[in-house]
């Protein structure tokens, strides 16, 4: 039997459906919203979009098998009592999760085994009743359940077996449940968009027929590789490449055919994951970054990403994961507001993993500590968003040589630069971590460029390196590898093979061990010798430099002759992040922003319009080793130098709005910062 007709208004209507959840008849209520009795409110409050949206909060539980009343405990109140405590901009909740079935019972795909009610309809009323917007958690490539249901649609392997979890775009997932499902979601339920998961992470190479055939006619290549170190490994792996963007460009595409307003994002495409151009029509850029070591992984992410031309956010988990351990597992409020701090100084929006239960209720104990950390972000909501970084120092993150190294399609493998990312922001530089695709063409904004540990670069990208350092720009090579490709400029002669053993680093009488892939180096008259090598189980071995600098045209180049940033990750060692520090500040004297007084705070110089804005974190504490953070020790007096043309009128510390005392001389403003709790700003007007 159809529903009934009635006049009642929208407010009416959401009344009497708030009514019946006080009176404790939840399951009439969700009875009512499918079947249309209650709507969508067509006076709701307008939603952000993503792009203007700043905070928000990831539910998900991955629905399987043993999900028999879904929507169960999922309550009108329950969302309110959510939104009333965090006020975000959005929520983005599980509809669909890697093994496949649907959290919500779906028409046009592979619902979970039994529902209450029809919970997605709840958070859709809910959301849109108070102006919030609703995204869905989807997983994409990654869907067991249709894999099950039809072999035909998975990848197949180099062993000729079925692969139990990824979906091949030479089937028919994509057309036949993948953007019918998303349309679904946008039309039906009229959600706002979706977070699509298991993507370009979950993609593997492709070893069906179709997939093979496919290759063939792309490449002319008949012998197929099926391992690294094959012959043509390098091209099957980027004709895979660019089967998973073909098929990212297309179910966009189609989906906003029928539903234009749909946001989608796929999850670490076109970030440090897929470090690449943008090459979609999505709305956004996301990920969800490591629950461990969380500080530093949000450190490269963010850096990458906050220059790829979306709006863009980061996930942080809200709590940890520690395999064979046990103790809690919970983020508390101040270990997620450093991490928010890494995220929101850059630039970007910020969300926290949250997790539902395997009814898709929430964990409600878990709200307060994220309304903590929503009033913690907010306070600098109008900071931080949206700001963009003052060019100071670039670090490569190469596109040509990551494919090269890696024997994965979309694999992440910061170690080339990950640790000379940390050193540089431990000596207080602000730092962008970017592509060549962010730097050709606008080279000279940056004082330094800094090539880490890639032994590989497309010949044109090198050449506009040179002609950078020849014009007056100042380069600098991490490693042997890096060196190689520019011996001609360095004028060095690299005696022998790169050697991975144990040497002594000595910086004016400052000795340590670093266990690093070095090569020796003959110098030419022209360069000078920065610090010295031998080896470190042999002191009457004879010494090499550890780094040259030469004048290139009128800038200048500089390399070290080791390997820096696998053993600075694992040692961090005082002695080797001042050695990087003063070869940096040998080429680089004069920053924008120097501070002192402290090595655990990360700067990161940024502008809003014409406004310079210094934001100050606070990375003090065990992070790295830590699961979970009580308390983060307070840093300071800090002080302060900004290089700038003209005096100040007045400097400001926010949020507080303290108004800082200064002196401006000789085109440099000195202050004190106090203390540095976790993030603060400094304000220049």
Not at 23 to 51: E, M
Not at 343 to 360: E, H, M, P, S
Not at 468 to 481: F, M, T, V
Not at 528 to 552: C, M, W
Request: with cysteine; proline share 7%; aromatic share 8%.
């Amino acid at each position: 039997m159809s529903a009934p007709k009635t006049s009642f208004s929208p407010t009416t209507r959401n009344s009497l459906i708030r009514a019946l959840c006080r009176a404790a008849l939840p399951g009439l209520a969700t009875t009512l919203l499918l079947t249309g009795f209650v709507a969508v409110a067509d006076s709701a409050p307008k939603r952000l979009s993503r792009a203007d949206s700043f905070l928000g909060i990831h539910f998900d539980f991955h629905a399987g098998k043993d999900c028999t009343e879904v929507g169960k405990n999922t309550t009108p109140e329950m969302i309110q009592s959510i939104i009333d405590q965090v006020h975000p901009d959005y929520l983005q909740i599980d509809c669909k999760g890697h093994p496949g079935l649907s959290s919500y019972p779906t028409k046009v795909g592979n619902p979970a085994p039994g529902f209450v009610g029809d919970p997605l309809r709840v958070w859709r009323e809910v959301t849109a009743r108070n102006g919030v917007s609703l995204y869905m958690h989807y997983s994409g490539v990654w869907d067991s359940e249709a894999i099950a249901l039809h072999p035909s649609w998975a990848v197949v392997n180099a062993d000729g077996k079925i692969n139990p979890n990824a979906t091949s775009r030479f089937g028919p997932y994509a057309e036949l449940l993948l953007i019918p499902q998303l349309r679904e979601l946008a039309g039906v339920y009229e959600v706002d968009g979706a977070w699509v998961d298991g993507e370009c992470w979950a993609s593997v190479p492709d070893y069906s027929t179709a997939a093979l055939k496919a290759f063939q006619e792309a490449t002319g290549i008949t012998d197929v590789p099926k391992r690294p170190g094959d012959p043509h490994w390098r091209e099957f792996l980027d004709f895979n490449r660019d089967v998973f963007r073909q098929y990212l460009r297309h179910y966009v595409r189609e989906v906003k055919k029928t539903n234009p307003k749909f946001q989608l994002c796929s999850n670490w495409a076109f970030t440090d994951h897929m470090p690449e151009p943008v090459s979609a029509p999505v709305d956004f850029l996301s990920g969800d970054y490591s629950p461990q070591d969380s500080v530093n992984s949000a450190r490269i992410s963010a850096r990458y990403i906050a220059r790829q031309g979306r709006h863009w956010d980061l996930m942080a988990w809200g709590f940890t994961t520690q395999p064979g351990q046990g103790g809690r597992s919970i983020k508390t409020a101040v270990q997620l507001e450093r991490e928010a701090a890494m995220v929101i100084a850059l630039g970007g929006g910020f969300q926290v993993y949250l997790g539902q239960k395997r009814d898709g209720s929430v964990h409600s104990d878990r709200i307060p500590v994220m309304a903590e950390v929503a009033k913690f972000c907010r306070e600098r909501q109008k900071l931080c968003h949206h700001a963009v970084q003052v060019p100071q120092v670039a670090l490569l993150y190469s596109t040509a040589a990551h494919y090269r190294r890696i024997n994965g399609l979309f694999s992440r493998d910061p170690s080339p630069l990950q640790g000379t990312l940390e050193a540089l922001l431990e000596s207080q530089q602000s730092v962008e971590v970017l592509g060549e695709h962010n730097l050709t063409g606008r080279m000279n904004e940056y004082p330094l460029i800094v090539v880490p540990e890639w032994d590989y670069l497309e010949p044109k990208f090198r050449r506009e390196l040179v002609a950078y350092a020849e014009k007056g720009g100042n380069l600098l090579l991490i490693g042997p590898g890096p060196a190689g490709l520019f011996r001609d400029e360095l004028g060095v002669k690299l005696e022998g093979s790169m050697e991975r053993k144990p040497l002594t680093l000595d910086r004016d009488q400052r000795l340590c061990t670093v266990k690093a892939a070095s090569q020796s180096a003959t110098l030419p008259a022209s360069a000078t010798a920065f610090g010295s090598l031998r080896r470190a189980a042999d002191t009457n071995s004879l010494a090499f430099p550890a780094a040259s600098v030469a004048r290139l045209g009128k800038g200048q180049i500089a390399a070290t002759y080791f390997n820096f940033s696998q053993n600075y990750m694992e040692t961090h060692d005082e002695v080797a992040r001042r050695f990087l520090q003063d070869l940096v500040k040998s080429m680089f004297p004069a920053p924008m922003v120097e501070i002192t007084g402290s090595g655990s705070v990360d700067v990161t110089v940024n502008r809003v319009g014409k406004q310079l804005r210094v934001n100050l974190v606070n990375t003090g504490g065990p992070h790295r080793t830590e699961p979970i953070i009580d308390t983060i020790p307070e840093i300071g007096p800090l002080n302060v130098n900004i290089r700038q043309k003209s005096k100040p009128s007045r400097i400001r510390l926010e949020p507080a709005g303290q108004n800082l005392t200064f002196d401006y001389q000789a085109g440099v403003v000195r202050l004190t910062v106090p203390k540095l709790a976790i993030h603060e700003v400094l304000v220049v007007d």
